[in-house]
């Protein structure tokens, strides 16, 4: 992931989006997110794959052509007591 993602980002070759900002909520509060992501684990293979689900308002960076990663802020459910915000 260093030589794949870190360094062309470091060396300008690519960027990055952040999306944080939601349309329903205050989204400067990150514990206030309304986007999930979820675990999910196929039966048949084992696998793990995650869903994200929820709705940005805002991708800082999006746009620029050589975006290739996005950092999204999204709530996970921890099954821990405190709403599982990450």
């Keep these: 992931q260093k030589q794949k993602y870190l360094i062309p ?3 300008g070759e690519m ?3 952040f ?3 939601e349309p329903d909520v205050a989204s400067s509060d990150a514990t206030n997110m309304e986007t999930k992501l979820t675990k999910v684990r196929d ?3 084992g696998n793990i794959k995650y869903v994200l689900n929820g ?3 805002w991708s800082t960076g999006g746009m620029d052509p050589r975006c290739k990663v996005a950092l999204v802020v999204a709530k996970t459910d921890t099954g821990t007591s405190g709403g599982g915000a990450k």
């Design 43 to 45: 039966a048949s293979s």
């Design 55 to 57: 709705c940005k308002w």
């Design 15 to 17: 960027r990055s989006a």
């Design 19 to 21: 999306l944080m900002t």
């Design 9 to 11: 980002l470091l060396k």
